[in-house]
C-alpha cells in the first residue's frame, strides 16, 4: 500500500482545529461535509451556525464602550 502523504493539524485549546485541506469530514448522521480550502477550521465547541465548520462563535464578544463626552475611552 502507497503510503499518503500526512495532514497537519493544528489544535488551538481556545478555538479549532485547523487541518489543512482539502478535509472531508463524516458528520453524526452519516452526511459528508467536504472543503477544498487550503486550511479548514473545524469547530470544537458546536457553537456555528455553519458546523462543523468553525465561524468564530467560540470567541467571547466585547462590548464597545462609549466615549466620555471630551472624546476619550471611559
Request: glycine share 6%; hydrophobic share 35%; proline share 11%.
Amino acid at each position: 500500500m502507497p503510503s499518503r502523504p500526512a495532514r497537519r493539524i493544528a489544535i488551538d485549546p481556545q478555538g479549532p482545529i485547523l487541518i489543512e485541506g482539502p478535509v472531508e469530514i463524516v458528520l453524526a448522521d452519516g452526511t459528508l461535509a467536504r472543503s477544498d480550502r487550503f486550511m479548514v477550521a473545524v469547530c470544537t465547541c458546536r457553537r456555528s451556525r455553519a458546523y462543523p465548520w468553525c465561524d468564530t462563535s467560540h470567541r467571547s464578544r466585547e462590548r464597545a464602550v462609549a466615549p466620555t463626552e471630551d472624546g476619550r475611552p471611559r
